[in-house]
């Protein structure tokens, strides 16, 4: 149970701005470095096992359910007229074993030109127990997060395919347990995606036939999120800049090989340095704020702060480049059947430092299909989905005129 309670309050920690943060990181001397913290994290996870098998990557992949988390204009080129699918994802299963996502879809071709799809993300965090201030268990609580998406895609030309997508999130990490005078409440927001995906098939080899394709997708634009009604304090929701490449080599008539990359950004202002007097204390300004020595201020809006997250590194452009994170994939499949994966994700050491190598497996039979991947990190630092496998399930129904979604 402590444990428990000890990943709640990271979590909510996570949610708090300045408030939360320790002398030295409101100073900038962290020792993890100038990392970007946002509400909602949830909505980073990767739901699925099939880009879970290449390095957490998807924006220009070949189109499947998962679309949706990806980029969903690529359901514009599925082949399929319908279909759902269903994945489940244990979280910190080192630690605990009731923490974990759960990811729901469903897509369907209008026409030739367009499709909807829909998707139902669920984070649970377990039970919990809250004690009061002297240790007394107060309660046994179940938080939890979730959002609902919908999507819009269409063909802009033979080649190019654009989608809208709109979703409500809604957070409840204390279930409105409130303590030392902070009245907590669940938070929400609403926000929308917007991507491009483009692919034409390409005569570059001489000897096999190939596909190439481009995907860009900014997703999470919306409100910022609150966790308290007595608390101005509002805090960003995880705009990401996805775009990136696919490449797919038809070796013969039975193997494919395909090898994809992500490159990945939060649309969110980076967090300043503060300065501090000669004990190590904050200076603060009149109006109560913490004086800025380098950077600039985060409290501002969702618009502003997409286009300053470009701009407003404390380190400057070095910084700046240290904030992408890239997920490098590779897919082969046997015959439409059988699929092996493998792929790398690198974030710098100084905004996270998340390194792992990926493997997964794939079969499909018919309509159905299975998908199953595997995390080994290559720092110390401990991950959420180290020793876990993953897997998702996908149905599909009506006419496969082109096997390349697979």
């Known amino acids: 149970m402590k444990t428990r309670f000890f990943l709640l309050f990271v979590l909510a920690g996570m949610f708090t701005g300045l408030q939360g943060q320790t002398i030295g990181e409101v100073s900038g001397q962290g020792t993890t470095g100038n990392v970007i913290r946002t509400a909602v994290p949830f909505m980073m996870i990767g739901p699925d096992a099939r880009a879970g098998g290449m390095g957490d990557g998807g ?7 998962y679309s949706m988390h990806w980029n969903a204009a690529k359901y514009a080129f599925i082949t399929e007229n319908d279909g759902f ?9 080192n630690l605990v074993n009731d923490i974990n996502l759960a990811y729901l879809t469903y897509f369907h071709r209008l026409n ?3 499709a909807l799809a829909f998707s139902l993300r669920y984070f649970s965090l377990g039970d919990i127990t809250f004690t009061d201030q002297m240790g007394n268990p107060v309660g046994v609580y179940k938080p939890n997060e979730f959002a609902i998406d919908g999507a819009y895609a269409r063909k802009l030309s033979d080649y190019l395919s654009l989608a809208v997508t709109g979703k409500f999130i809604y957070s409840n990490l204390t279930a409105g347990y409130s303590a030392q005078g902070v ?29 190439f394709a481009w995907g860009l997708q900014i997703s999470n634009i919306g409100k910022k999120v609150s966790y308290s009604h007595s608390n101005i304090q509002k805090d960003f929701i995880p705009t990401n800049l996805r775009f990136g490449p696919r490449l797919t ?9 395909s090898f994809n990359l992500d490159i990945n950004k939060l649309l969110v202002p980076t967090p300043p340095i503060y300065a501090t007097d000669s004990t190590g204390s904050p200076l603060i300004n009149p109006d109560g704020t913490y004086v800025i020595a380098k950077g600039m201020n985060p409290d501002v809006s969702v618009v502003k702060g997409i286009f300053q997250s470009f701009y407003d590194a404390p380190g400057g452009f070095k ?5 992408f994170y890239l997920s490098f994939g590779a897919e082969y499949w046997y015959n439409n059947v059988f699929a092996l994966r493998g792929g790398y994700f690198y974030e710098n050491k100084y905004k996270g430092d998340r390194q792992y190598v990926t493997l997964g497996l794939g079969l499909r039979y018919n309509v159905f299909g299975i998908d ?27 006419n496969n005129t082109n096997s390349s979604n697979f």
């Open 249 to 257: 080599l038809n070796l013969d008539q039975y193997n494919k090989l």
């Open 319 to 323: 910084e700046e480049m240290q904030e």
């Open 85 to 93: 699918s269903i994945s489940y994802t244990p979280w910190l299963k």
């Open 112 to 114: 030739d030109q367009s």
């Open 183 to 211: 009245d907590n409440t669940a938070g929400y927001s609403v926000a929308v995606d917007v991507g491009l995906y483009w692919e034409k098939d390409v005569n570059w080899f001489p000897s096999m036939d190939a596909q």
């Open 59 to 65: 924006v220009a992949t070949s189109p499947d359910a």
């Open 372 to 398: 199953f991947s595997y995390l080994i990190p290559t720092v110390t630092q401990q991950n959420p989905l180290e020793k876990t496998l993953r897997f998702s399930l996908v149905f599909n129904f009506g």
